[in-house]
């Protein structure tokens, strides 16, 4: 793999499959994909905050643990290079292309996906999608790309509800050496946007801010991370 290039994968706690609740088989079905112990092509469908984006990277960096090559790769960043940046991916076990649909009316970046993917599968690569509707819903203009992503297995992800989003943040949170409680969930769920990656992103520059000054995360620290930030 070519390793400038800009969109390689980097691994990070953040992204496990340990973290990724409620929906076991999904879980599994990407787990062992990512093992290659199952489907060679995954392509995935979901709304925005389903987990989509976390179970592409959770895999890359499975595969990564287990010694394999694995990158994963942000479409809606690299539609308008897309040629570019597939002709670097040789070589690889694992191959996790995240948002389809931003590729839907783009012709040269259509036709980049159609012939890496021709060219994946006959070296052997494993290929993750995932999309905000199946294929031939996304206004793809090139009739073969959407033939060949449906010929992968299929799934659909569901967005987490409170409860699960709680438990996802006080995980990743634990994760870190972080005690998030109740009233600290509480406080983030009624004030703060209840997207899980924007809490991610939250609980990123909250655990920055509490190593710096060496306090744990209560309502008052928050209060004061956001206020001064704000």
């Known amino acids: 793999m070519n390793t400038q290039l800009p969109l390689a994968f980097k691994a990070g706690t953040d992204h496990r499959f340990i973290d990724f609740l409620g929906q076991d088989p999904l879980r599994q079905a990407f787990e062992q994909a990512a093992e290659g112990k199952a489907a060679h092509h995954i392509f995935l469908v979901g709304a925005s905050g389903a987990g989509k984006t976390h179970l592409l990277r959770a895999s890359a960096g499975h595969a990564l643990a287990l010694g394999q090559a694995a990158v994963y790769v942000p479409l809606t960043r690299a539609a ?6 597939l002709e670097g991916l040789s070589g690889l076990s694992l191959v996790c292309l995240d948002d389809v649909q931003a590729l839907a009316g783009n012709r040269d970046a259509e036709e980049a996906l159609f ?3 021709n060219r994946a599968g006959a070296e052997g690569m494993r290929l993750l999608f995932t999309a905000t509707a199946m294929p031939s819903q996304l206004g793809i203009s090139l009739p073969d790309l959407v033939s060949r992503l449906e010929q992968g297995l299929r799934l659909h992800a569901e967005v987490l509800d409170e409860y699960g989003k709680r438990r996802v943040l006080q995980r990743r949170a634990a994760s870190r050496g972080l005690q998030m409680d109740e009233a600290v969930l509480d406080y983030l ?5 209840r997207d899980l990656h924007t809490l991610s992103q939250l609980l990123d520059r909250l655990d920055h801010a509490s190593l710096a000054a060496q306090r744990r995360l209560t309502v008052p620290f928050i209060k004061s991370v956001l206020h001064t930030e704000g």
Do not use: K, P
């Open 80 to 85: 308008g290079m897309l040629a570019e940046v």
């Open 115 to 117: 012939h890496f993917y």
């Open 189 to 193: 769920f009624t004030r703060v946007s």
